[in-house]
């Protein structure tokens, strides 16, 4: 990446930072043109060496043993592809049908670039659990109130950006939510 990607990248993060802290100024931080929503999907470049990560956290040494650790990562790859590109298929229809099809990218875009501070704060909280520091009850806490804090920064996000009601935002997250859900269960019966 030239220097103007990398401006662009940190001006975007610091975006995904302001939201983050309930700063709806936070979406002024994104070229949320046609060109800036291909260019929202380097962030799934930067998410995917976390997401393997993760990936090594949440799938069982049996199961690496027993699929193979190659199998498993293109498959899980492939998984991830999607997951990156169904979301913003369906949020066309959907943003269309909501009469915000104007929108698409104000939201798509901040979106996208949200998922790296998501996967970071993932990272941390799997690495934070996995190094045994806490109890399993403090682990298992504090995993739920990163997905909690998710949750809900992606449901700012989906307000302000779609410039919409508060049960439409939460709709969107749902659709995210049972998507993501969708292809990981897909992923995961394929090892």
Not at 98 to 125: I, T
Request: with cysteine; net charge positive.
């Amino acid at each position: 990446m030239g220097k103007t990607a990398w401006v662009e990248v940190r001006l975007a993060l610091t975006g995904t930072l302001r939201l983050a802290r309930g700063d709806r100024g936070g979406l002024s931080c994104f070229d949320r043109s046609l060109d800036g929503f291909w260019r929202s999907f380097r962030a799934a470049v930067i998410c995917y060496p976390l997401y393997l990560v993760l990936l090594t956290m949440r799938v069982s040494v049996a199961e690496w043993e027993s699929s193979g650790g190659w199998r498993i990562v293109a498959v899980e790859t492939i998984g991830y592809v999607i997951g990156w590109v169904a979301f913003p298929l369906v949020m066309l229809t959907v943003t269309q049908r909501l009469g915000r099809a104007h929108r698409f990218f104000d939201f798509m875009v901040p979106y996208n670039w949200c998922q790296v501070p998501q996967s970071a704060l993932f990272v941390l909280v799997g690495l934070v659990s996995a190094g045994g520091v806490l109890s399993t009850q403090a682990s298992e806490a504090m995993d739920m109130a990163a997905a909690i804090a998710t949750l809900l920064y992606e449901w700012f996000i989906a307000r302000v950006a779609l410039d919409t009601t508060g049960l439409v935002a939460i709709f969107v997250v749902l659709l995210d939510l049972v998507l993501g859900v969708f292809v990981s269960r897909i992923t995961g019966g394929l090892y």
